[in-house]
Each structure stands twice: as C-alpha cells, then as structure tokens.
C-alpha cells in the first residue's frame, strides 16, 4: 500500500543553520505531496504542497521539491529560527482523497 | 474564514467509560476526516466522510468506535467502552475538494484513559 518515510528525528540544530528533513513515498499513480508543521499544543497546519513531478512548494523560507525519479519530497529551509522548533510531517494523498502521514520529525532549533 | 472547531480540547476518563468528542468544520467543506494520532506516531485516518455519508470506515475499530455526521455538517467521534490504549490526540479535519487540496486540522482533543 501507499506510505511515506520519515528519517528519524529529533533533528537538533544552531540557530541560521541549513535544515534538511528526508521524506520518500511509495504510491501508485500520481500522489500529490504536503508538509504539515505541528506546534506544541496546537494542531496540524499545512505547511506547503506540490501535486506533479517536479513542482516545487514553498512558504516561510521553507522548500520541498516533488522528485518521482527518487520518489521524494525533502524538506529544507536555508536558515532556521528558534521559532521553527515543531514536528514536520511529511503526507501523500492519493487518489482516494485519503492523507498518510509519515510518523514525524521533532526539529529543534536552541539560539 | 472561521477554523474547524473540536471541543473538549481535553478529556480523561477511567477505561470502560464511554466519550464522545465533536467537530465542526469550515463551512462550504464537504469532506469530513477523523484521525487518531497516538503519541510519537503520525495521524491514521479512522472514518472519511463526504457530505453526511461514509467513505471509508475501513480503519475504524467498529466494536467501540462510532461517528456520525448528522445533515453533513457537524461530526461526532465516540468510543464506548475506552482501553487505555484509546489514550491519543483525536484531529478533526476537512477539505473542500478531498485531500489533494490540502485539509484544515482542528486543534484536537487530548484523550488520557486511565
């Protein structure tokens, strides 16, 4: 069945340093492709999407870019602030409208 | 445009006991989705409804575990009789057009069976 891989987290970095969260997915067809953020206390907010091969979303400085040759979908931001310390969620949907999450990464950003 | 609503934002109740949690998605939203997230895991998707009918239940514990969207709006989640392992996050969420848009989550409800 369809799934999406997470690397393991905590990913713990210097604030302004380079961030890179791994995600690939298997599916059938064509998924489109989301990252949601999780804040502590708060719920899931979606972070930035791609729906084809080779689209690249974007939002807050972050990136990802939709890779079907590699099946991934990497998220990465230039330079992180303390303030982007959550859990990233790496999610397809297929075409049964249906979102399969990854199990997570904690970011922490110390200043 | 208004959030999608869930209250309580947190529950405990003993195991055996019965809780329901409920939803109120933005409006206009045809999709309803309830997912369980249990601590350190990602969201698993329970029961997907699209106006006030089912579309998949397939991940839904149906022996204690029942939803319902009376006239395609409001939703409501219950467990009846609790296990502890119901201890979770319970994330309510819609969408206009299904997942490929992207879906707005409600903040949750804290589930702790004790």
């Known amino acids: 069945g369809n799934s999406v891989t997470q690397m393991e987290g905590p990913v713990t970095l210097s604030e302004e340093a380079f961030l890179t969260i791994n995600c690939t997915y298997t599916?059938?067809?064509?998924?489109?492709l989301f990252w949601y953020v999780q804040y502590p206390g708060e719920g899931l907010q979606l972070l930035l999407k791609?729906?084809?091969?080779?689209d690249k979303g974007s939002n807050k400085g972050f990136e990802a870019t939709y890779r079907k040759e590699t099946t991934s979908f990497h998220l990465e931001k230039g330079s992180v602030q303390v303030s982007d310390s959550a859990v990233y969620f790496c999610a397809l949907s297929d075409n049964t409208d249906k979102l399969i999450f990854g199990t997570g990464t904690r970011l922490q950003v110390f200043p | 445009e208004a959030g999608v609503a869930q209250s309580p934002r947190y529950k405990i109740i003993e195991k055996r006991q019965s809780v329901a949690f409920w939803c109120n998605p933005i409006s206009g939203h045809a999709t309803l989705y309830w997912y369980q997230q249990i601590l350190g895991q990602g969201p698993k998707l329970l029961i997907q409804?699209?106006?006030?009918?089912?579309?998949?239940d397939s991940q839904l514990p149906k022996d204690r575990f029942s939803a319902e969207r009376l006239k395609g709006v409001d939703s409501t989640l219950k467990i009846q009789p609790a296990k502890l392992e119901d201890s979770a996050v319970y994330l309510c969420?819609?969408?206009?057009?299904?997942?490929?848009?992207?879906?707005?989550f409600g903040s949750g409800t804290r589930l702790t069976v004790v």
């Open positions: 599916a059938t067809g064509y998924p489109s």
């Open positions: 409804f699209q106006n006030n009918g089912v579309v998949d």
């Open positions: 969420a819609s969408s206009p057009r299904g997942g490929r848009s992207g879906y707005t």
């Open positions: 791609a729906t084809k091969a080779d």
